[in-house]
């Protein structure tokens, strides 16, 4: 069973950065997409920033110009570098690779980032 492990969440205040980092436990071929979601408390879970098997990115607009993803698909790694934290930046955030060779995706367990005023 493939799992996703993420690191480098914790405490920044307002304006400094974090980066997130995501790692398999084995590669996993055929990745189509990889991406970062958050959850806040009592909220639906919502896409950050993805990346696709060639290199394109997404980002929501809210973060635009202050996170980026990058990915290796070779040692399904996925990172985001979040730059000017916000407050409203704070949520559990989880990265996910989508695998089109077996037909499904898997998530990582989550990390949370709290960002202080």
């Known amino acids: 069973q493939v799992e996703l492990v993420e690191s480098g969440g914790g405490l920044a205040r307002a304006g400094e950065s974090l980066r997130l980092s995501c790692a398999a436990s084995?590669?996993?071929?055929?990745?189509?997409?990889m991406a970062w979601y958050f959850q806040a408390p009592g909220g639906d879970r919502e896409l950050v920033a993805s990346?696709?098997?060639?290199?394109?990115?997404n980002y929501r607009d809210s973060v635009k110009g202050r996170f980026t993803i990058s990915g290796d698909t070779a040692k399904s790694t996925v990172s985001l570098q979040m730059d000017n934290l916000k407050v409203e930046d704070t949520s559990v955030y989880y990265c996910?690779?989508?695998?089109?060779?077996?037909?499904?995706?898997?998530w990582g367990e989550g990390t949370l980032v709290t960002v202080s005023p």
């Open positions: 084995e590669v996993i071929a055929g990745i189509h997409q």
């Open positions: 990346i696709s098997g060639g290199g394109t990115t």
């Open positions: 996910y690779v989508y695998s089109w060779k077996y037909g499904r995706g898997y």
